[in-house]
């Protein structure tokens, strides 16, 4: 599924325009990226957390010549999917918590 379909879906189980769809889903992206990119965690509940995570400095290889190479620290963005989605995805209930 691409962007466009998503917006699709999204627009037709909220009974709103493709357009106010698009706005809405550009806005929810942006805000993820925004609050991540500054070093915060965006949790949502079943769904799950994008974070950033901090990459050390390590020696690679160069694969078509064989020489190492040193590749900088750096940051990237994680998710961790929540209980709620890897259940759905595995085809399970989710448990509840006691």
């Given amino acids: 599924m691409n962007k466009s379909e998503l917006i699709e879906i999204a627009a037709k189980e909220a009974d709103i325009s493709k357009a106010a769809a698009e706005r809405a889903l550009s806005a929810m992206i ?6 991540v990119s500054k070093g915060d965690t965006v949790a949502l509940i079943g769904f799950g957390t994008f974070k950033s995570a901090k990459r050390a400095a390590r020696t690679g290889k160069n694969p078509k010549t064989g020489a190492a190479i040193k590749i ?8 961790s999917a929540g209980a709620t989605f890897k259940a759905a995805v595995a085809g399970k209930k989710a448990a509840k918590k006691k």
Avoid: D, R
């Fill in 30 to 35: 942006g805000a993820v990226v925004k609050t």
């Fill in 72 to 79: 900088p620290a750096t940051t990237v963005p994680k998710f």
